[in-house]
């Protein structure tokens, strides 16, 4: 991002606590200093804003898109934007989980949950049915296997897939429920 909008978005819709997202927020749109090449995911380095090329969105499906992730522009330096790139965050994260080096923590001024962990990954508990597509922060995703199926991850040569597996019990030796860790 620019020094303009780094400093916008300290002062708007970034946590300078935890450097996500605040929860109440919807669109971000940002200014970049170059384009985003080679991927069709990526993230703002300093926070936790994705961005995706809009290739890789046409797949994801507009409903579904529109549905679960808030969709903002990409700016140029001159005024113009990015027209193959949008910003995005979901309307639902979810924490992806790992079995080392465990870090976690309640952000005192947002709220959210600032969780890293090494391993082997995998999800607890069972994501919401009722959405497709999740934010994992960093300019990841975790979506349902129907939305896996219509990304056709082949013909994305820099995109990463890993089948997460999901278990009722979890193996960070933290609740289920990271809310409840006090």
Request: net charge negative; hydrophobic share 40%.
């Amino acid at each position: 991002m620019t020094k303009n909008c780094d400093r916008l978005g300290r002062e708007s819709w970034l946590c300078i606590e935890c450097g996500m997202v605040k929860p109440e927020i919807t669109v971000v749109d940002v200014t970049l200093v170059d384009e985003p090449v080679d991927c069709p995911l990526n993230f703002i380095k300093g926070n936790a804003l994705g961005v995706m090329h809009r290739d890789f969105l046409s797949l994801l499906n507009a409903e579904s898109a529109s549905r679960n992730l808030f969709l903002g522009q990409i700016f140029r330096v001159d005024g113009g934007t990015y027209d193959a790139w949008v910003s995005f965050h979901g309307h639902q994260r979810i924490i992806v989980r790992g079995t080392k080096h465990i870090t976690y923590r309640m952000c005192p001024a947002c709220g959210q949950i600032a969780y890293f962990a090494l391993g082997p990954k995998y999800l607890c508990p069972q994501p919401q049915d009722d959405v497709e597509i999740f934010d994992n922060e960093c300019g990841q995703l975790v979506v349902t296997r129907a939305v896996y199926e219509r990304i056709r991850v082949t013909e994305w040569e820099k995109l990463l897939v890993k089948k997460l597996p999901v278990f009722e019990k979890p193996k960070d030796s933290l609740p289920v429920d990271l809310f409840a860790v006090e």
